[in-house]
């Protein structure tokens, strides 16, 4: 089984940067793929980010080089760095796990965290 935390939201302005965590523990029989997504209020879960177990990255277009997902093997944490953020950026932003490969639905998740919030204030 496969847990995840996420840390590092907040309060903060538009325009500054932010960078969330995800740790992950429990995952030693097999190599997953680790995503964020995110969800504001009445809204549905979006993709936001991913890695592969195999290293490959993906995002949507609409983050237009505004976020990046790195990773600490060493830690076992996966980042989502958030620069120049905007107002409609202001969610719940969760990280997930399934097995090895990228997907961008989050039906096709198996293993969640609880969230952090992000609010961008103008």
């Known amino acids: 089984q496969v847990h995840l935390v996420e840390s590092g939201g907040g309060l903060v302005q538009a325009g500054a940067s932010l960078r969330l965590s995800c740790a992950v523990s429990?995952?030693?029989?097999?190599?997953?793929?680790i995503a964020w997504f995110r969800q504001a209020p009445g809204k549905e879960r979006d993709f936001v980010a991913a890695?592969?177990?195999?290293?490959?990255?993906q995002y949507p277009e609409w983050v237009k080089g505004r976020f990046i997902i790195s990773r600490d093997d060493a830690k076992d944490i996966f980042y989502l760095q958030m620069n120049s953020v905007e107002p409609e950026d202001t969610a719940m932003y969760y990280c997930?796990?399934?097995?090895?490969?990228?997907?961008?639905?989050?039906?096709?998740?198996?293993?969640w965290g609880q969230g952090t919030q992000v609010i961008v204030s103008s």
């Open positions: 429990g995952h030693s029989v097999v190599v997953y793929a």
């Open positions: 997930a796990a399934r097995p090895v490969t990228i997907e961008t639905s989050d039906s096709e998740y198996d293993y």
């Open positions: 890695v592969s177990a195999s290293g490959p990255i």
